[in-house]
């Protein structure tokens, strides 16, 4: 059974920093290329970054870019997103994505 499980999510300041985790299981996590997804309150899903399989070649929509950056540990089966310079509009649920399956979300609140 493939299991994507989130974590690190929060309340934070503008300007401030979070990681985001996502622990993979169920599949080739190595062979995997994974995703980063958003959906803001009242918003449709936004695609923010992708990290092919081999951990090089990395993706990140206009919105994120110079900000986010994703990151992979194929030993431990984990895809992280290091957020910075956190801005009220990154409120959201995040959601890890590989292929046709989806973590269960966790909450980033960017607040003052």
């Known amino acids: 059974e493939v299991q994507l499980v989130e974590s690190g999510g929060g309340l934070v300041q503008p300007g401030g920093s979070l990681r985001l985790s996502c622990a993979a299981s169920?599949?080739?996590?190595?062979?995997?290329?994974m995703s980063w997804v958003r959906q803001a309150p009242g918003e449709g899903a936004e695609w923010i970054s992708a990290i092919a399989s081999g951990g090089v070649v990395a993706y990140y929509d206009d919105s994120v870019k110079g900000r986010f950056a994703i990151s992979r540990d194929n030993a431990k089966n984990t895809v992280y997103l290091q957020m910075d310079d956190l801005k009220s509009e990154d409120t959201a649920v995040y959601y890890c994505n590989m292929g046709p399956f989806w973590g269960q979300g966790t909450h980033v609140t960017v607040s003052s």
């Open positions: 169920g599949f080739s996590f190595g062979s995997s290329d």
